[in-house]
């Protein structure tokens, strides 16, 4: 599978600022996805990280919080703006390879305090 | 109803044991199957995929898959206290976006 990372890898943040995270694949990958873990939840879908369009957003995520960017084939990134202390996450990106199967980058653990 | 249900647990099971895991899910037209390894701290990690009914095994995991009673379940055989973890079940159409249940937790007591 691929090899996947993002960075940062944990952040303290303060209200009212954002952060973006990076996620870096080692292949061209078609579908990229940004999930978000709550503590103690699973795993809810953010978006669909689209390449040259605009990221396809689920229920209750909009683009001017979440602002996804997919320049190419093996980057993306998500920002997290005008934090509060519920974006207090684990945020996750992942690929799609054959039959579906997904595969997850290590995270992004975000501190909103 | 939620889409993806799985009963939250602690399973707890003696090393040795089998541990069963199980997941229904609400969408008749779901087609693929997948579970996942949680480690505290971690990231999941894809150990199952299923996309036809019956049985299937890797090693000591066995994935069951009935989609007439929209139900999917994780056997691991021989339980190892490494195995204690969070599986989650995860489930999608056709579209690729996945869907996941809570996530059972799992203790294999040594």
């Known amino acids: 599978s691929a090899v996947i990372s993002q960075k940062p890898s944990r952040d303290i943040c303060q209200r009212g600022t954002s952060l973006t995270i990076q996620c870096q694949v080692d292949s061209q990958v078609t579908m990229m996805f940004w999930y978000r873990q709550q503590p103690g939840q699973s795993l809810t879908l953010i978006a669909t990280a689209n390449q040259g369009s605009e990221a396809t957003y689920e229920s209750g995520f909009v683009i001017d919080k979440f602002p996804i960017s997919r320049p190419n084939l093996t980057f993306s990134t998500l920002t997290v703006s005008n934090m509060s202390p519920e974006d207090s996450s684990i945020y996750l990106c992942?690929?799609?390879?054959?039959?579906?199967?997904?595969?997850f980058g290590p995270g992004t653990r975000l501190t909103v305090t | 109803q939620k889409e993806v249900e799985q009963n939250s647990g602690p399973l707890s099971v003696p090393e040795g044991a089998i541990a069963s895991l199980n997941c229904t899910y609400s969408d008749r037209g779901s087609q693929s199957f997948f579970w996942y390894r949680q480690y505290s701290g971690k990231s999941p990690e894809l150990i199952m995929s299923i996309y036809s009914n019956g049985d299937k095994e890797d090693g000591r995991f066995t994935a069951q898959l009935n989609k007439a009673s929209q139900y999917v379940s994780l056997l691991i055989r021989d339980s190892q206290p490494s195995d204690s973890a969070t599986y989650l079940c995860?489930?999608?159409?056709?579209?690729?976006?996945?869907?996941f249940g809570q996530g059972t937790t799992l203790q294999v007591k040594p």
């Open positions: 992942s690929v799609e390879e054959e039959n579906y199967e997904q595969y």
């Open positions: 995860a489930v999608s159409g056709n579209t690729g976006k996945l869907i």
